[in-house]
């Protein structure tokens, strides 16, 4: 197939690069230059598209482009994505488009909502939302074997994604009519891990505070993982959850929940924890202390660990989305 990401940045290139080692022709738009010649010195000159009216004949579109929170509000901003909508809908009247309409995909993270709105944009070009699940520290690792394939739209989409993702095998699989269900699992997922980093690190903060020594928490660290219920609960504490999506998209998950009426105290409490890190809490040094203490491996302290303890694989992920 002919796939093309718009935005070739972490989740875009490693999206392309993924379908093109099992085969397809890919592409890519960016409006940065090195981002086009990162595509171009992986996938050849040919590869990059600099206008959208050349997306012709394209099988699959992914929009990947940033939806960093507003900075006064907090929520997703949009406004990139509004405008590649709009740049692909204004397409729609040219007889090739007509004739064999990509399937547009909404790889980026938007609040549950978004592919209900953007979708109307389009008459005859199916829509469907596919959200990236890489961690930003295992990128290509994350693209290459998803730790989780979800997606959603109608037929016409999820039968394109069906063949695309066939050879993806091992991931978890979530295929839904519903695209709110599918844009509200990613906030879930990254929100989940925002609330345990917090948690965690409320816990190492209670423990220092009574002067119990590090070796003892790893201790009751394995202790209460060894029971099954929280086997998956535990996140390394020492630092806070990072700059990149664990804090851009619980912000904007609190802010759906303001514009609903729903209180969201503890999803407002990871984050109030999390900031109070950044402000004076942050503790790398606690973070490879407790690691080697529990003989996993010592992570870089700028990427904040999320890892599981007790001889379990170090996973990097306070950082990650
Ligand atoms: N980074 C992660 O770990 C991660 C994981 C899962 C989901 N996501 C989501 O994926 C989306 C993209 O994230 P990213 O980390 O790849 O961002 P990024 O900043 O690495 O890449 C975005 C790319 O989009 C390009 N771009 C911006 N405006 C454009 C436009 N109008 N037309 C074409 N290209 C444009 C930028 O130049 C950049 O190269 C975001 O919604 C993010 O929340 C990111």
Redesign the pocket.
Known sequence: MQVCA???????FNTLKAFQIRGHSVFG????KA?RGNVADSFGAHAVIDRLAELSGMDIVFI????DPDEVTGHADLS?ME??VRGLSSLESRPAWRRHPPVIVQ????PPGSAARFSAEFEHTPYAVN??????AT?WEDSDRPPRIAYAGPSEATEVLDEVYKEFTGAPRYVSTSYEAVELLKYIENSIDAVLISLWNEYLQLSDALGMQRRFFVELAREITSRDRFATTLRVPGGSFGK??LP??LSALLGMCADLGVAGHVLRGAQLTNQQMKDHGENLAATSELLALSGGRTVPTDTAATALLGGCQGVPGAD??
Not at 64 to 67: E, G, R
Not at 107 to 110: A, D, E, G, L, Q
Not at 131 to 136: A, E, Y
């Open positions: 718009i935005g070739c940045g972490n989740v875009g738009v960016d409006i940065s981002a990947c482009v940033p939806t990139i405008e590649v790889r980026s993270t938007c959200p990236s699940f890489l961690s930003k990128q990149w999506c851009k998209d990650g989305c």
